[in-house]
């Protein structure tokens, strides 16, 4: 929009399109001024001044540019139909011009001032349209109106009238003009990104899609229009005013039915109709065409009709437009999530329903964990601007569709063609190195999880299917070195084989909800035999889960239905309270205990509020923190190096102790060492099943002394940060041997024992 002020623009040269522009403008205010003279009932008098209408909506829409061509029409439109009285054209012209100026720069300023909205308080077609009727009817049309009185009062013209007279007469012309004809003008000329002030229309023809009762409504006005032309010309005027009253409720409700320019066009043409019925009868004001507006019945009673029918039609449209248009923005309000903006799982399903059924598309989920990991991670502060941050970076890949159903997940959609392909492998590539910023600057790991669906031609499928299908596939990740994620076609097969997968969940959900949780555990021995002696117990916690049939379901069946259910930390709360109430009961075992290590899932290590549970729940039962530890892999120290650390520091400095289990099979594992500050180390199973069968490392190198020379390594460098180490996996005593040898300060395996009930372990 043009900033300048109201009198002055910018110069800037003409192009091809802008000098055609000003020679149509030329053109047309001249047509109109010879059309509303032509049709009117006096010979200067037009009950209907289309270059009023005209001329306001060229100059508001195009800027004060188009006064050039406007004063220029009305200049040749007076000396073509006044060649006599030159000064006629020129009263005109000045008029036009005024009328443009003054109430274009009013009804700026008007928009502009806060704190004057006119009657209407919204900020939409109402307000626009009570600020223009101020700006033109009160402004616009009252100064050329006092301008063409005294020039025609000097002038002689009429001299059968007063100033007064003549100045209201100029009025009314000026007024009706503008009031009809300007909104339909500016209505058809819709809106677009370069004109000189806003307009409160879209741009196109779209609002002329009418529908039967649009169409209906709108032949009933022009119908009850014809009628009173017919009523005028068969001489029977004393019906008009009956015919009239129905006038008025039939323009309100085709108002309230129908957009603006249907409106407006129905409107004007009704006008026209009527003001046509005045100049067609045998004597409509005086004999024949009178020079002087002597305003007979007749003619103020359709002025009268066409005014009031005109604001009432004009409000009550704005009105309905104005709520048709507050209840799509609640409603895509309704389908977006507060937060980002994007869509919300009700918006996914309005993108599916008005997709193009004809072409596959791609559908992707991508999982960065839950709002409280990620909270964790970046701190609660930045929960919110994260979000953003991450809803902007997909964006970023230009996804035909952008929803998140859920804080830390988002559904993307792209077309299923090369480019879209394209787009989700380097999407995906992107992803596994993904980072954001914490709050002192420093970068920090938060890989997204990727998950793909063709979605084939065809309609259906709702938001709920396909957002459970894509968080059932998300547990199928892609391998650590893959370049592409895997596509899965929805076909019956796949939603048949996760329904039965999803029953399967189920039943483990409900197993876990009704506590069947079972304690295990496994003993951990010193490695020398000598020392075996030892009368206090080290143990790992095992869980196990009973079914309906009282079977124990071992842990790697229910623990990733766990996993993919989310309820690992669930789980691991569980385990926690039971353990602490199992030894509150038995004191006397808890004294025998060196040691009770528990398991922390990666959902506890990204819960920020485990470690307050866990000491909690402890003081809660009078119990010691000595006697306990936790243990994490190493895989969840690689993958949340921050969220590990933290962890580890605050469960170290409530007492317990920290083990890193499956230590060694990760990258830069001694870099680890040297930034988490752990009691103890775990040595994974693989490097010691490798001592004495080295086919048995899944290592390309199967030299029998590499797995060795690793293990020595890992316990030197313990022993030097006064770490302790574990071998896992020790099964049988040869084993237990070579490790105690190699420096190894605890073994666990089946040399020592296998899971056993908790219960049973102190038997």
Known sequence: MNKSSALKFQPRALSRAGVLRLLGAFAGIALAAWLSRSLSPGEHFSLLWLPAGLAFALTWKYGFVMLLPIMGGMLAWGALAQPHNPWVGLTAAAAEAIAVVAAVSALRWLLKVRRWRGI?????????????????????????ALLGALIFKLSGQFGSLAFGELAFVYWVIQALGTLLFAPLILSLLGASDDDANPIPFPPGFSELRITVIDALAGLAVIALAAVIFWLRRSGNDGYVTIVALAYLPLVAFSAMTQGARFNYLILTLAAVLMSLALVLTSDPIGSGRPTEPALRKEVFETLVLIFCGTLLAQILQAISSDRARALARLEDQAMREPVTGLYNEFGFGRWLDARDSQRAWLLVAVWFGSQERIGFLLGPANILSARRQLARQLDAYQPKMLATTEPGRYLLAFSDDARGHDTVDALFLALKRHQVP?????????????????????GGGSATLMTSTLMALEAQTAPVNA?????????????????????????????????????????????????????????????????????????????????????????????????????????EQLARVRKCAINMSSASLADPGFVSFVKTALA????????????ITESQAIASPQLAQSTVSLLRSAGFAVSIDDFGTGFATYDYLKRFAVDEIKIDGSFITGLTNPNA???????????????????????????????????????????????????????????????????
Request: proline share 6%; charged share 25%.
């Open 483 to 587: 370049q592409r994620p895997p596509r899965h076609d929805l076909t019956d097969d796949l939603l048949y084989r996760l329904a039965d997968i999803a029953s399967r969940s189920e039943r483990v959900r409900t197993w876990i909800n009704e506590g069947r949780i079972v304690l295990f555990a496994q003993q951990i021995a010193p490695a020398q035999p000598a020392s075996a002696e030892d009368p206090l117990l080290a143990f790992e916690i095992l869980a196990r889960l009973r079914d309906d049939q009282e079977q124990l379901l071992p842990p790697g069946v229910f623990l990733s239905i766990a996993a993919e259910l989310g309820m690992m930390a669930q789980i691991d709360r569980v385990v926690v309270s039971a353990v602490f109430d199992y030894f509150r009961k038995r004191p």
């Open 120 to 144: 209407g308080s919204e900020n939409g077609r109402l307000r626009w349209l009570l600020n223009f009727y101020v700006a033109t009817l009160l402004i616009g049309a009252l100064l050329p």
């Open 438 to 458: 914490r709050e002192n600057g420093d970068m920090i790991d938060m890989p997204g999880r990727v998950t793909v669906v063709r979605l084939p031609p065809g």
């Open 620 to 631: 809660e039962r009078g119990l010691s923190a000595r006697h306990f530890g936790f243990e």
């Open 697 to 763: 490392t899944n290592y390309s190198v199967t030299s029998l002394g590499l797995d060795e020379e690793i293990v020595a390594s890992i316990v030197r460098i313990a022993h030097r940060l006064n770490i302790r180490t574990v071998a896992e996996c020790v099964g049988d005593e040869a084993v237990r041997k070579q490790v105690a040898a190699l420096g190894v300060d605890y073994v666990q395996g089946w040399c020592v024992g296998r899971p056993v009930p908790l219960g049973q372990l102190f038997e």
